[in-house]
Each structure stands twice: as C-alpha cells, then as structure tokens.
C-alpha cells in the first residue's frame, strides 16, 4: 500500500526512519487514528484540530498546515481505494542526536497509513467484557502522545483475562479506558469523566454528548466511583474504532442482566445515523 512521509507517498516498503528518531526513543511526539466510513474521514476536523492542540502542548510545531494535512490524507485514503477503515497518523520530533532536551534543529517527521477496519458490528450487538485496574498514567493524559506504556500494559492485562477494555481508576474514581472513554447510566442520566487533564477528550465522546439531548437523555460529565459502576444500569465505552461498545460484565459481575441497555442502543442508533 502507499504511506505518506511528510509531503512524500511512497511504497510502504520505501518509508524508512532514523533510529534516532525521537518519537522511536523517547515517544517524543503525538497521533490521531481517524476513522473512514465510506471513502470519507468521519469527524476529521476534529482529529485533526486535536493533533495540532496536543502538538501545541509538548512544545512542537507542526511543519504544514491543518487543510495541507486534510489534503494529503485525503490523497491517501484515495491511493489505497479506502473504504471503511482507518488512517493513523503520527508526528514525531524527528531525529537529532540523542539527548532528553529538544534538539536546537530537528525537523518533524509525518507519518501516515491507511487500514482497512470493519465496524465492529458483532461485538456492538452483543456487548463485551472489561476489567478494572489502577491507573497508573502520568497526569497529562489530555495529550494524545506517543508515549502508551501505561495503556499498553492494562489492555494487555484486560486481553490476558478474556476481557476487551481496561477500565482505570485512580483512588477509585473511574478515568477512562485503556484506548477510550467510559459511560455509566443511572436513572436516565449518563455519566463522563470530565475532559480534564487526567483524560483524553474523546471525538467520539464528543459526538456521543452532542446526541443526548435529542434521544432524551440527561448528561453529568462528573467523576463515578468504582462502585457505581459496578451498580450502574448500563455501561459502555467509546472510541474512533470501537464506536458505540455496551460493556456487559466487569470483572466478574455482570452489568444489570448482562445485555447491552436500551439507552446505549439508543445512542448506537443516533451514531450510526450520523455516520451514514
Ligand atoms: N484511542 N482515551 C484514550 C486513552 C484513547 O486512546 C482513545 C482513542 C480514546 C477515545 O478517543 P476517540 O474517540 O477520539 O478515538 C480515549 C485510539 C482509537 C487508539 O489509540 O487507537
């Protein structure tokens, strides 16, 4: 398939990088993974309003614009005939020699590929499992940074324990998942971690809070305890691949009888409507 390096599209087996690219040694650097249904980006503008927000926070200048971006991706998806899938995209410091501070001169490096990624339609109808562990993140989890040592380890221990999500609390108090944000339902009101510092501010999330109003559905985007969501009448998690995804047993409870909640098929309705 083609990827793009930079203002290049090349041959993926053409695309090399520096081994002293900072974003290879240190994770110096920030991602977005937009979703494609369609042939057309969903919710581009916000991907990538967000990329250039965390580029901003950790002090690097992206070298193009967001329409040059818009652009170039759009060049992409049409090279590798996308349909329904996904593109990654990643801008690291680029290379100089290693060392912690930022380098005087080094020049960002863009890359960026497209993969095909089916709706997870199965899993979306019959819900799946989660488990819970301490998060153990830095505390500038608003950053979408290459640095995923932290969720990398509570997914893999959600994967080792049959379960498809990590959900991570600090002191008890639910944060989000390994690789997206979590919802509980209670008395016809949803429930969101803020979109502080100690989050990511989901684009789906976004979406999911601009569609509640409509279906009737009161909205707090305060903190819940570990407790209430194991009491809660409905959980789900959300995310760019994972849409709109009814987590029905955590840990080993079951989430009130086990199946997906009326309200998160209700929301699962409105999102597919936005993204037809
Ligand atoms: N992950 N929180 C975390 C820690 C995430 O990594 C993600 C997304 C989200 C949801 O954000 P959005 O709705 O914008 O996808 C929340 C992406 C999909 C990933 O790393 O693959």
Redesign the pocket.
């Known amino acids: 398939g083609t990827i793009l390096v930079n203002d290049q599209f090349l041959d993926r087996v053409n695309g090399t990088v520096d081994i002293e690219d900072r974003g290879y040694q240190f994770g110096d650097g920030v991602?977005e993974?937009v979703r494609v249904y369609g042939g057309k980006m969903f919710t581009a503008k916000e991907?990538l309003t967000?990329l250039f927000e965390s580029a901003e926070k950790i002090f690097l200048t992206l070298p193009f614009t967001l329409e040059e971006l818009t652009g170039r991706l759009e060049k992409l998806m049409e090279d590798n005939q996308l349909d329904t899938g996904i593109i990654y995209l990643q801008v690291t410091r680029g290379a100089s020699s290693r060392q912690h501070h930022f380098p005087d001169q080094s020049s960002a490096v863009l890359t960026a590929y497209t993969k095909e990624v089916a709706r997870p339609v199965a899993d979306m109808s019959a819900g799946v499992k989660a488990i819970t562990t301490p998060d153990v993140r830095w505390l500038r989890?608003d950053i979408?940074s290459l640095n995923?040592l932290g969720?990398l380890l509570a997914k893999q221990e959600a994967v080792s324990k049959g379960g498809f999500e990590a959900i991570l609390h600090r002191d008890k108090m639910v944060t989000?998942?390994?690789?997206?944000?979590i919802f509980i339902i209670s008395d016809n009101t949803m429930y969101t971690h803020p979109a502080t510092n100690l989050?990511?501010n989901?684009?789906?999330?976004r979406e999911i809070l601009k569609h509640c109003a409509a279906i009737g559905l009161q909205v707090a985007e305060k903190p819940f305890t570990l407790d209430e969501l194991m009491n809660a009448e409905e959980v789900f998690m959300?995310?760019?691949?994972a849409e709109v995804m009814p987590l029905t047993q955590v840990n080993d409870a079951q989430i009130a009888n086990g199946t997906p909640g009326n309200w998160t098929r209700k929301l699962q309705e409105a999102f597919e409507e936005a993204v037809e």
Do not use: D, F, M
């Open positions: 991602y993974v991907h967000r989890c979408k995923l969720n989000e998942g390994s690789s997206s944000n989050i990511l989901g684009i789906t999330r959300a995310s760019t691949t």
